[in-house]
């Protein structure tokens, strides 16, 4: 079942992409950031409510700078959509398995440094390799955006990757301290409401469109929120380490999705770099997802004999 949740979550955020592009029309994305953020925390105040979990938190400086770096991850994504393919955008802020392997990789290496006053950790040749052809990637699926001059979105959204990386870190770290999910992705929403208001306060708000136009601010709050919720979900039902793979690697459903938004719904020319780096970058994700459960294992392994 946890993979007929990560499979839904995965549509429901390329869906949400979709109505992006339509909501940018009339809207600047910080007013999509407050808007997204408005909605999604309503709908959680209302199912933690239901569910009887309290709101109430004793690390409120974490989920501040959780929101904070989530929010700004977001907000990069989002403008990403409106500038780019959405086959682009969602591939790039998707990277975020990459860049956390970075990270690892830079931390293995920095522990060889006399001065770290760490253990030395092996550096992981593999996981190095997975690295570089993950970024190879990058310029294939690039290229066509910058012949488009579309450099600026492009850095942007790969920024977005970058930042998702630190946010994703920052989630298990407060899932490790005994948070609900549902108070967390409440507390997403409320940092997304203020951040977006803030913002849309300083460059203005837009003027209102009417209704009509307006209904597409709705499914995206709603999408975001329910697409948080699946893949909450996949992953408490996920119970061995095997099934936390799985499911971790079909998050990459998700470009799929957005793949076909972009081909057939937007009609989006993506050339033959661009979808083979693409297929480079998911590939190096999942590969990138494996060796690092691999490396976490080998410790434990290790403690128990």
Known sequence: MQVLWMVVGAFLFATMGVCIKYAAVHFHTAEIVFYRGLIGMLAMWLLSASQGVSLKTRHPWMHAWRSLIGVTAMGCWFYAITQMPLASAMTLNYMSSIWIAVFLLAGALWSLHPRSGRTPQPLNVPLLLTIVAG????????????????TTAALIGLGSGVLSAMAYMQ???????GEPESRTVFFFGLGCTLLG?????????????????SLWLLPIGLLAAGGQLCMTRAYAQAKTTRGTLVVANLQYSGIVFAGLYSLFWFHDSLGWEGWLGMLLIVASGIAATIFRARGAAAPAKAAGR
């Open 135 to 150: 970024f190879v990637g990058v310029v294939l699926m690039l290229q066509p955006s910058f012949a488009q001059e579309q």
């Open 197 to 213: 208001l803030v913002a849309s306060g300083i460059t203005g708000f837009s003027a209102w469109p009417g209704w009509q136009a």
């Open 171 to 177: 989630v298990v770290a407060l899932s490790r301290m």
